[in-house]
Every structure is written in structure tokens, then in C-alpha cells.
């Protein structure tokens, strides 16, 4: 796995014996001339300089913000889901505790696009949170609320500290707020947010370090989780590879190597962006059979003359009662034993090729059509273990999958 990008050295807004509330007098005295076009009194700090001309480029209202209307509920429930962060949500809460149990700060955790997806903090400070707009489904990107440790610090791809009247609007001025991006270790994209926000005067250049520290803490988590899937997929692999005939890889859906066989020895393959089961050119391996693993994909070098294979599923109850999902390609055979509600959704899929939307499956289902926030979340799960077996919008089994199923699981 490659290093994730350097990041800038932590700039603090304040450094430690500085009086807030003397530096706060000189932050407003810089917003109020800069806002009427007047010579600064002081520069202000980069990251904040650059900000505010990016929120003024925008056209973002520095009295009042955007009007945007938050996020529903239910869109906020399939955010939380394909963020990535939902399996790290309890170490990122529990490392930042300090912070806020009996505090006045609130802790946030936002996703890409700066939609606030999680927020934690004492009763009082989230009412106040309530008046700001800082509420879950709300948009704290900088074209929406200018300068803030969330939009900042997705904008700047760093750890950004932002106080008082650093903020771009004036109604967030009482506030101090700290916030670090998180990435994703296997491809160097931000996947969200983390944020302590607070009262200006309770300020410290310590917190800057801390929540940092902590979003590094949950890269290194994701990286280790990354790991594990590897192994398993590994697990599975090997086996086939060893018995498949010819020149093999078994990658994760992001291209990372688990295993190779009679294929040199590499990290990661470049996967096409339209992807699925069945042939596909692939980089510098060329033609591949594609099939469906686990976690992933075998990609299977194959001469230009060979015909393509086509991935098999069969949904059976074992002798036991149990539901049995049997796969089968040219390469070999893997089992997985679904839950009683997974094995349903097969079954559907199964009788329906052209695909469910989730309302569909909700109807299905549960006898209504209002449920697609448990239908995705079932869909998520059922999705990483299936791997490239699943496709969605709408979901359905991938291209060149063929599925055979028993009356009883449709």
C-alpha cells in the first residue's frame, strides 16, 4: 500500500501565551477592512487568506451564509453508510471524549462534500449548534459557509484551525473550530471530516495536534481493516490460483493485490473504470477473464482467442436447512452462507435480472415502499461480501453472472 500524501506542518490559529481575546480584537479589526476593501491592519494566516477568497469567489454571503436546506434523514442514513467511516465512528468519538464530555465543544464528523453526518456533544452546546445550522445533514463546504474547519480543511486537504473572525461569516465569529481530514489509505481520497467546535474563548493550540492525531489514528485503522480484507481474500484465492491453469490475480475492488500466480509480483493493478465480470483488458496483464470473489476480483490472462467465461450462483438450502450461496466460474468454486434476509434479497435479484431499486426491495420486503434507508444498509453488507457478484443503480447480480435459484427463495 502506497504512503499517504505529506500534509502541511499544523499551523495553530493562536500559539501558547497568546491572549484570545486580544487576538480575537485583531482578527475582527482584519474581517471588517478586508470585508469594506480597506488596508489590513495584519495579514492574515494563508489557509485563511486563501479561504476567504475562495468563499468570496463563491459568492458566499458573509452575513448570513447559505440557505441551504439540510440533508433529509434518510439521505443522511445512505451517507453514513457509503462514507466509510461508520465502522470507525466509535474510535473516532471515543479518542476525542476528552474534548467534549462536559465541555462546550461539539464534535463533528462530515462526510467528502462536507455534509455533516455525525455530531456529538453536552444538550446545551448542540442547541447552540441548532441556531448555527450546525445540524446532521447540513453542508459546511466552504461554497456554502465560507471558511470553517470543515470546509477549510477539505478545500486545503490539511488540519486546519479556524477562530473567530477567521470565519468567513460574521455569525459564526463566536465560535472556534478544529478539524481534520481523513483519507482513504487505499487511494488517497479524503472520505470526510473530523471536527471539535466550540465557544472562541475556550481555544487551544493543543486541540490543532489532537484532532490531527486522532484522524491519522482512524487512516491507520482503515489501513489495518484494508489489511484483514486482504488476508481473506487471500484465503480464498489461493486455493484457486493454484488450480486455475493459467496466469492469475486476485485483487480487492480497488485493484490492491492479494495474491498472484505465475504472474510477476506487483501491488496493485490498474482496473478500468467500467468494470464487471466477463472480459475485460486490464493494464499491462491485457485480456482477463474476470470473475467474481469474496471481497474482490480473479483476473485470469487469457489469449484473445479464448472464449469468455461466465460466473455461475446457485442459491440452494443445504441439508441442514441453512441457505448456501454456491459459486462457480472456470477457475474454481467458493461457498458463502448468507443470513435468512440476505438469501431473501438474492432470491429477489435473482427473479428480477433487469434490477431493484430500493424502494422495490422495500416493497418486497417489508410490504412498503418507505424503507430504502434499511434496504441500502442490508444492500452495503450484503454487497462487500458478495463483491463483484453485486451491481446497483439498480441493484441486480453483475453482467455475466448467470443465477440459478430455488422457487423458495424468490
Known sequence: MSLPPARSP??????PGDDPRE?????????????????????????????????????????H?????????????QRRTESGLADVLESITGNLDVLVSGSDNVLIVADASGHVLWRAGGSHVLRRADHLGFTEGASWAERNVGTNAIGTALASRQAVQV????????????????????????????????????????????????VDSVAR???AQLRDAHRIRLDLLRSVAAPILARSGSPAVAVDPHGWVAAVDRVSPRTRVSLPRDFSAGRSYIGDLGPCDVEPLPGGWLLRVTRPDETAVTTHVDLVEAADGTAVVQVDSASG?????????????LGLLAANPAGLTAAELSAHLFGSADRTVTVRAEMSRLRRRLGGLMAASPYRFADGVSVGVPPAAA
Do not use: K
Request: some cysteine.
Open 333 to 345: 468454486s467458493w461457498v458463502l452462507r448468507p443470513s435468512p434476509r440476505h438469501f431473501q434479497i
Open 217 to 219: 489514528l482512524t487512516e
Open 10 to 15: 499544523l499551523e495553530p490559529a493562536i500559539v
Open 163 to 210: 477562530f473567530s473572525a477567521e470565519h468567513f461569516v460574521r455569525t459564526h465569529h463566536a465560535w472556534t473550530c478544529t478539524g481534520a481530514p481523513i483519507r482513504d489509505p487505499r487511494t488517497g481520497d479524503v472520505l470526510g471530516v473530523v471536527d471539535v467546535s466550540g465557544p472562541a474563548p475556550s481555544i487551544h493550540p493543543a486541540t490543532l495536534a489532537l
Open 65 to 77: 451564509g447559505s440557505v441551504d436546506e439540510p440533508l433529509g434523514a434518510s439521505d443522511v442514513e
Open 23 to 63: 487576538f480575537a480584537a485583531v482578527l475582527h479589526a482584519v474581517y471588517d477592512a478586508a470585508r469594506s476593501g480597506d488596508r489590513l491592519p495584519a495579514r492574515p494566516r494563508s489557509v485563511i487568506g486563501e479561504s476567504w477568497e475562495r468563499a468570496a469567489t463563491a459568492g458566499v454571503d458573509p452575513e
